[in-house]
């Protein structure tokens, strides 16, 4: 059981902000909606959530139509991108707060003060309950705001970019809890957002959407490893995935895809897929190389435009006759602007586009694990 939506659209001022959109979200499912801003998918979260209403489709809570059902008779949880706590509360209040309201059953004040408690050192809060909102930092103002959400024990969570105020280490902190918390609660988790590594670092399930379409869903390496286009393939990858544009020839019996003279992958086994002239050769991040790993790696000379530190890891912006580029180094490199470098690229490890349909035809190798 879980939630599914059924041809959901919604109209803003004559505008058509989510177009018709189908999903299946099972019980024990961590869902991400991904995309930019302006993609609808806090729009899809609060009609899901009963906060809004569709122009049309229906909402079903397991297998029960629950599209006419107010927000507030719903068995849901909602967490927004603001820190939203009552200041006039302390912390131990506010997570107290839903749980005085039940609409399951009253509990008593025992009961209530062992979920506060075991919520708030689930997040890490529990040294601070006696605090008001305004006297904590914004990571435990947040912490606050999601304890209070599990405490209402919903079937259903819905999150609304819950990360976006915070700092890059607070961030990194909280996919790691909400990971480990949510995994072990039961029911459905949405989680709206438009960072890619929200999804690959917490999610079971991806929607990756695109003007109010839900381009391409499904378990998360399901979708990240069989992008079904380019823009599936660009904005679900961290960093963004490079693409090389490419033209078929054929030479002789064989049939390559041509970036430049230097730079031409051998797809002749994929020859029969292969219908247009035009093509889109992307390649995630990680999988251009500094060093010469195997023999049949094609070499690049690239122009280096920006070099910086991304934790443990470093991310190269490069030029390639005009082409943008980004590698992903899983070391500290010091590489100056400007610097000319050879970087080396696997021809197995290739997915291949079609410019005129963005649709993916294929992917170079006999395994892809990229």
Same mark, same amino acid.
């Given at each position: 059981?879980?939630?599914?939506?059924?041809?959901?659209?919604?109209?803003?001022?004559?505008?058509?902000?989510?177009?018709?959109? !189908?999903?299946?979200?099972?019980?024990?499912?961590?869902?991400?909606?991904?995309?930019?801003?302006?993609?609808?998918?806090?729009?899809?979260?609060?009609?899901?959530?009963?906060?809004?209403?569709?122009?049309?489709?229906?909402?079903?809570?397991? *297998?029960?139509?629950?599209?006419?059902?107010?927000?507030?008779?719903?068995?849901?949880?909602?967490?927004?991108?603001?820190?939203?706590?009552?200041?006039?509360?302390?912390? %131990?209040?506010?997570?107290?707060?839903?749980?005085?309201?039940?609409?399951?059953?009253?509990?008593?004040?025992?009961?209530?003060?062992?979920?506060?408690?075991?919520?708030?050192?689930?997040?890490?809060?529990?040294?601070?309950?006696?605090?008001?909102?305004?006297?904590?930092?914004?990571?435990?103002?947040?912490?606050?705001?999601?304890?209070?959400?599990?405490?209402?024990?919903?079937?259903?969570?819905?999150?609304?970019?819950?990360?976006?105020?915070?700092?890059y280490k607070l961030r990194e902190e909280l996919r790691g809890e909400l990971k480990r918390i949510f995994r072990?609660?039961? *029911?459905?988790?949405?989680?709206?957002?438009?960072?890619?590594?929200?999804?690959?670092?917490?999610?079971?399930?991806?929607?990756?959407?695109? *003007?109010?379409?839900?381009?391409?869903?499904?378990?998360?390496?399901?979708?990240?490893?069989?992008?079904?286009?380019?823009?599936?393939? !660009?904005?679900?990858?961290?960093?963004?995935?490079?693409?090389?544009?490419?033209?078929?020839?054929?030479?002789?019996?064989?049939?390559?895809?041509?970036? !430049?003279?230097?730079?031409?992958?051998?797809?002749?086994?994929?020859?029969? #897929?292969?219908?247009?002239?035009? %093509?889109?050769?992307?390649?995630?991040? %990680?999988? /251009?190389?500094?060093?010469?790993?195997?023999?049949?790696?094609?070499?690049?000379?690239?122009?280096?435009?920006?070099?910086?530190?991304?934790?443990?890891?470093?991310?190269?912006?490069?030029?390639?006759?005009?082409? #943008? /580029?980004?590698? /992903?180094?899983?070391?500290?490199? !010091?590489?100056?602007?400007?610097?000319?470098?050879?970087?080396?690229?696997?021809?197995?490890?290739?997915?291949?586009?079609?410019?005129?349909? #963005?649709?993916?035809?294929?992917?170079?190798?006999?395994?892809?694990?990229?």
């Amino acid at each position: 059981m879980g939630i599914v939506l059924e041809n959901i659209t919604k109209i803003y001022d004559g505008k058509t902000v989510l177009n018709n959109i !189908s999903l299946d979200i099972n019980d024990g499912d961590f869902v991400t909606l991904l995309g930019p801003t302006g993609t609808g998918k806090t729009t899809l979260l609060r009609i899901m959530a009963g906060i809004e209403r569709p122009d049309r489709g229906r909402v079903f809570y397991n *297998g029960v139509d629950v599209t006419d059902v107010p927000v507030q008779k719903r068995d849901i949880a909602m967490v927004y991108q603001q820190f939203i706590n009552y200041p006039s509360m302390t912390i %131990y209040e506010n997570i107290a707060s839903p749980l005085k309201i039940s609409r399951k059953k009253k509990l008593s004040k025992k009961v209530i003060d062992e979920k506060v408690r075991a919520n708030a050192k689930l997040l890490g809060i529990d040294h601070v309950l006696d605090h008001y909102p305004e006297e904590v930092s914004g990571g435990q103002k947040q912490r606050t705001a999601i304890a209070r959400a599990l405490s209402k024990d919903s079937q259903f969570i819905f999150l609304d970019e819950p990360l976006a105020n915070l700092d890059y280490k607070l961030r990194e902190e909280l996919r790691g809890e909400l990971k480990r918390i949510f995994r072990n609660k039961g *029911g459905a988790v949405v989680y709206a957002t438009p960072e890619p590594v929200d999804a690959l670092a917490m999610a079971t399930h991806v929607g990756v959407m695109q *003007g109010g379409e839900v381009l391409q869903y499904g378990p998360v390496q399901e979708v990240y490893h069989n992008p079904s286009c380019v823009d599936v393939g !660009s904005y679900f990858s961290y960093p963004t995935m490079n693409m090389f544009p490419a033209r078929l020839v054929k030479k002789g019996s064989r049939s390559l895809l041509a970036v !430049s003279d230097n730079l031409q992958i051998d797809v002749s086994p994929l020859s029969g #897929k292969m219908t247009r002239e035009d %093509y889109l050769l992307g390649v995630h991040a %990680y999988a /251009l190389s500094i060093t010469r790993e195997n023999d049949t790696m094609i070499p690049i000379e690239t122009t280096v435009e920006l070099s910086e530190v991304v934790g443990s890891d470093t991310e190269l912006h490069l030029d390639y006759h005009g082409i #943008k /580029l980004v590698m /992903l180094l899983q070391q500290l490199v !010091s590489i100056e602007i400007g610097e000319e470098i050879e970087v080396y690229l696997d021809p197995d490890r290739f997915y291949i586009f079609e410019t005129a349909t #963005k649709s993916l035809v294929a992917k170079t190798g006999q395994s892809q694990a990229a």
